[in-house]
T-cell receptor, first 112, second 112 residues
Framework: DAKTTQPPSMDCAEGRAANLPCNHSTISGNEYVYWYRQIHSQGPQYIIHGLKNNETNEMASLIITEDRKSSTLILPHATLRDTAVYYCISTVRGSTLGRLYFGRGTQLTVWP | DAGVIQSPRHEVTEMGQEVTLRCKLISGHNSLFWYRQTMMRGLELLIYFNNNVPIDDSGMPEDRFSAKMPNASFSTLKIQPSEPRDSAVYFC??????????FGSGTRLTVV
């Protein structure tokens, strides 16, 4: 079962920052936060993951609160192609326990 | 790298027929996951292999479903006999065991 909570939908103007929140209040100390997105009719795509420090890559930034009970995925300049369902997942990394359980995610719609 | 390759992309079959879905992992990846996606249930993890060994098949719906990994780069998911409620998009994903998963493009199965 998914152990994270996300709003079902959000929208954002093209060119603006999209900030997608996620609550993971029961996260364990050895669990990472992963973000994936799924564009219609495609397989999910890995975006970013982190443990406790903020992370940034070419796609997005991940801000994790100090108590690790919530996080925010930031798309700094959203484009129409960023319209997708975004999934936030907490899981143990790099072991036989490290499987991903997807919830319903957040449908992000970027409008012109 | 061609990524995770699934075949066929689309499959339409009659109820009662055997269906075999195929997945080729990314070279060097040692974990393999089969997921099923429907509107009602979202993305469900069916089975998970690590180093060719099935680790967790608790998500396999019933005995009609079976999955194998005959070698390190290839897996099959078989449904015998198929039923209309098996209609879904089936994804496989592979991982190197520490980072994100890479998903295939999926197989859309329709059982009539």
């Amino acid at each position: 079962d998914a152990k994270t909570t996300q709003p079902p939908s959000m929208d954002c103007a093209e060119g603006r920052a999209a900030n997608l929140p996620c609550n993971h209040s029961t996260i364990s100390g050895n669990e990472y936060v992963y973000w994936y997105r799924q564009i219609h009719s495609q397989g999910p795509q890995y975006i970013i993951h982190g443990l406790k420090n903020n992370e940034t890559n070419e796609m997005a930034s991940l801000i994790i609160t100090e108590d690790r009970k919530s996080s925010t995925l930031i798309l700094p300049h959203a484009t129409l192609r960023d319209t997708a369902v975004y999934y936030c997942i907490s899981t143990v990394r790099g072991s036989t326990l490290g499987r991903l359980y997807f919830g319903r995610g957040t449908q992000l719609t970027v409008w012109p | 790298d061609a990524g995770v390759i699934q075949s066929p992309r689309h499959e339409v079959t009659e109820m009662g027929q055997e269906v075999t879905l195929r997945c080729k992992l990314i070279s060097g990846h040692n974990s393999l996951f089969w997921y099923r996606q429907t509107m009602m249930r979202g993305l469900e993890l069916l089975i998970y292999f690590n180093n060719n060994v099935p680790i967790d098949d608790s998500g396999m719906p019933e005995d009609r479903f079976s999955a194998k990994m005959p070698n390190a780069s290839f897996s099959t998911l078989k449904i015998q006999p198929s039923e209309p409620r098996d209609s879904a998009v089936y994804f496989c994903a592979s991982s190197a065991g520490g980072g994100g998963y890479t998903f295939g493009s999926g197989t859309r199965l329709t059982v009539v």
